[in-house]
């Protein structure tokens, strides 16, 4: 079975500033998908960031970019410029090639200093 | 575009009753998954539909059941109910499936007493 370790439960950073989230996996497939996902107080998660893990490039959307390490099965999430927005549990997911729902860390609790 | 509407945001029950929980994906999504969040075991994966088909099954008893309708829609239910199925329950939809990127609801928060 996979497993999704996130090894932080909180984190605290300045306004303004870079902050990287780290997550680890496990898993004995070669086609997979990595996934960030946020949880403000809403409860409702939104998808940050999405990575193949055929491709060797790393995902980038704005302020968001991830650290893929296939061989090392590291996935971190680097936030720059943190804006108080962006204050939320941040929940790293593994899904497989096939139609396995989401399997995901315990999650990291994101705190921004203003 | 709406997005994915969970009803009812929160319920109170009582052990040994039975609940049903519905989901109405984004428009055109096919993909509907349900997953159960507590603060001891995090967010776990209950099950994920496919034009009305069960693809797949997380580690749940059978007590957790599902369907989806030929619309999408998509209701879970939650027989003889215990302390410890109190949570927030999510449901997520997609076009095609899980990994693709997923549009969750607000969730329905469950309280069983």
């Known amino acids: 079975a996979q497993t999704v370790t996130q090894s932080q439960p909180e984190m605290s950073v300045q306004e303004a500033e870079t902050v990287t989230l780290s997550c680890t996996y496990d898993?004995?497939?070669?086609?997979?998908?990595l996934f960030w996902y946020k949880q403000p107080p809403s409860r409702q998660m939104i998808l940050v960031i999405r990575?193949?893990?055929?491709?060797?490039q790393n995902a980038t959307e704005n302020r968001f970019s991830v650290n893929f390490q296939k061989a090392a099965k590291s996935f971190s999430l680097k936030i720059s410029d943190s804006q108080l927005g962006d204050a939320a549990m941040y929940f790293c997911?593994?899904?497989?090639?096939?139609?396995?729902?989401?399997?995901f860390g315990k999650g990291t609790h994101l705190i921004i200093q203003p | 575009k709406a997005g994915v509407t969970q009803t009812p945001r929160y319920l109170i029950k009582t052990r040994g009753q039975q609940v049903t929980l519905s989901c109405s994906p984004i428009?055109?999504?096919?993909?509907v998954s349900w997953y159960q969040q507590t603060p001891g075991q995090g967010l776990q994966f209950l099950f994920e539909y496919f034009s009305e088909t069960q693809r797949n099954k997380g580690n749940f008893p059978g007590r957790f059941s599902g369907r989806q309708f030929s619309n999408s829609r998509s209701e879970m239910n939650v027989s003889t109910l215990e302390l410890g199925d109190s949570a927030l329950y999510l449901c997520?939809?997609?076009?095609?499936?899980?990994?693709?990127?997923?549009?969750f609801g607000s969730g329905t928060q469950l309280s069983v007493l």
């Open positions: 428009s055109g999504h096919r993909s």
């Open positions: 898993t004995s497939e070669s086609d997979y998908y």
């Open positions: 997520a939809s997609s076009l095609t499936g899980p990994n693709e990127k997923l549009f």
């Open positions: 990575q193949e893990a055929y491709k060797q």
């Open positions: 997911a593994y899904a497989g090639g096939g139609a396995d729902g989401l399997t």
